[in-house]
């Protein structure tokens, strides 16, 4: 289960931005080797704060273990030729990190494996990080002899579009039955950098299409927008801004908002401290009424969804339906800023062949 990850405890915070600010998949810098512990040194301070005013840490380690052990459990049901199945986490910033969760394989025995993106919607800067660092381990022998293959996306799952859609059902719950109709939702996505969107990522789409189900499956009854948060530096990065969007609403009258985290598979501090404590605490003292919609965390239909994606890519590539890799990894895709898309592309088809 790849992920970008978060400190467990606050003192993980340090290196956690110094992993972050390293991978020039997700933050192209000059002298990045450089650059990359300096700026962690500067942030670490009110990150550490951050982190520490949502309980001591992220909470994503403790969700994903969940999920991949529950998923992991309907598999056996779902696709009893290849149980029993197991879970690994790796995480691309912190531990356990992609190096850790190769060597717990090799060191079980792993002889087939899924590299199984818990990012919903692609992004060369996301799950192509995840797999880029995945295919250095695997090619350095790290995972050991395993078969590999590939989900890479899947924001428009119907089981995941159905999970989203319940929790802004509830959200929704919180309003007088006479204003429900005229709440926006407002759905937040971590942005990119403009730099990344020019070369053709095809994340943007993907989140935009993620909403389009969403808004389906709710019959369009209530306005919406598609808004960007976590912008990182001075660079132009993609707008407009999750805090910006609350301001704009609330100038403009509409003062009743469901704040719907669209690409976030569980709680971290982007949905406890940047949702939650920041924008919605500035929209209420604004006079806002704000709910926000609950993240996937333990949710039985996300978990379903899920499993039902893992079995039906174990059943369409044991069928030959489909290949060890995606056609995004068999193109070298626009976003990245190395050149490992192919070499991947052949590695995966050696190792799952």
């Given at each position: 289960?790849?992920?970008?990850?978060?400190?467990?405890t606050?003192?993980?915070?340090?290196?956690?931005?110094?992993?972050?600010?390293?991978?020039?998949d997700?933050?192209?810098?000059?002298f990045?080797?450089?650059?990359?512990?300096?700026?962690?040194?500067?942030?670490?301070?009110?990150?550490?704060?951050?982190?520490?005013?949502?309980?001591?840490?992220?909470?994503?380690?403790?969700?994903?273990?969940?999920?991949?052990?529950?998923?992991?459990?309907?598999l056996?049901?779902?696709?009893?030729?290849?149980?029993?199945?197991?879970?690994?986490?790796?995480?691309?910033?912190?531990?356990?990190?992609?190096?850790?969760?190769?060597?717990q394989?090799?060191?079980?025995?792993?002889?087939?494996?899924v590299?199984?993106?818990?990012?919903?919607?692609?992004?060369?800067?996301?799950?192509?990080?995840?797999?880029?660092?995945?295919?250095?381990?695997?090619?350095?022998?790290?995972?050991?002899?395993?078969?590999?293959?590939?989900?890479?996306?899947?924001?428009?799952?119907?089981?995941?579009?159905?999970?989203?859609?319940?929790?802004?059902e509830?959200?929704?719950?919180?309003f007088?039955?006479?204003?429900?109709?005229?709440?926006?939702?407002?759905?937040?996505?971590?942005?990119?950098?403009?730099?990344?969107?020019?070369?053709?990522d095809?994340?943007?789409?993907?989140?935009?299409?993620?909403?389009?189900?969403?808004?389906?499956?709710?019959?369009?009854?209530?306005?919406?927008?598609?808004?960007?948060?976590?912008?990182?530096?001075?660079?132009?990065?993609?707008g407009?801004?999750?805090?910006?969007?609350?301001?704009?609403?609330?100038?403009?009258?509409?003062?009743?908002?469901?704040l719907?985290?669209?690409?976030?598979?569980?709680?971290?501090?982007?949905?406890?401290?940047?949702?939650?404590?920041?924008?919605?605490?500035?929209?209420?003292?604004?006079?806002?009424?704000?709910?926000?919609?609950?993240?996937?965390?333990?949710?039985?239909v996300?978990?379903?969804?899920?499993?039902?994606?893992?079995?039906?890519?174990?059943?369409?590539?044991?069928?030959?339906k489909?290949?060890?890799?995606?056609?995004?990894?068999?193109?070298?895709?626009?976003?990245?800023?190395?050149?490992?898309?192919?070499?991947?592309?052949?590695?995966?088809?050696?190792a799952?062949?």
């Amino acid at each position: 289960m790849l992920n970008m990850g978060g400190p467990s405890t606050v003192p993980e915070t340090y290196d956690f931005l110094k992993n972050l600010f390293s991978d020039g998949d997700l933050i192209p810098l000059r002298f990045q080797s450089v650059l990359a512990p300096f700026i962690a040194k500067r942030r670490t301070p009110q990150i550490e704060k951050q982190y520490e005013d949502i309980g001591g840490g992220s909470p994503i380690l403790h969700y994903t273990k969940l999920q991949g052990e529950r998923m992991a459990a309907l598999l056996d049901e779902l696709h009893p030729a290849t149980a029993p199945h197991k879970s690994y986490v790796a995480f691309r910033y912190a531990r356990p990190l992609t190096d850790e969760a190769a060597r717990q394989m090799k060191a079980d025995g792993v002889k087939r494996a899924v590299a199984f993106t818990q990012y919903p919607q692609y992004s060369c800067s996301t799950t192509g990080s995840s797999l880029n660092e995945l295919y250095r381990r695997g090619k350095a022998g790290e995972a050991g002899d395993v078969e590999w293959s590939v989900i890479d996306r899947w924001g428009t799952h119907p089981g995941f579009i159905e999970a989203v859609a319940q929790n802004i059902e509830r959200a929704l719950e919180k309003f007088p039955a006479e204003k429900r109709s005229d709440v926006v939702l407002l759905f937040s996505a971590h942005s990119l950098p403009m730099s990344v969107v020019n070369r053709g990522d095809p994340y943007v789409l993907e989140v935009s299409a993620s909403v389009s189900a969403v808004m389906d499956r709710l019959g369009h009854k209530n306005p919406f927008r598609l808004v960007w948060q976590s912008q990182v530096g001075p660079s132009a990065w993609l707008g407009m801004q999750t805090g910006e969007a609350l301001k704009g609403l609330s100038r403009l009258g509409k003062k009743q908002v469901v704040l719907v985290p669209i690409a976030f598979t569980s709680d971290h501090i982007e949905t406890l401290y940047e949702l939650d404590l920041e924008y919605a605490h500035e929209a209420r003292e604004d006079g806002m009424e704000v709910e926000r919609a609950e993240s996937l965390n333990e949710s039985p239909v996300f978990i379903r969804a899920l499993a039902d994606l893992a079995a039906s890519h174990l059943r369409d590539y044991a069928s030959g339906k489909c290949g060890p890799t995606s056609v995004q990894m068999g193109l070298r895709c626009p976003g990245c800023t190395n050149a490992t898309c192919g070499a991947q592309k052949a590695w995966f088809a050696r190792a799952g062949a």
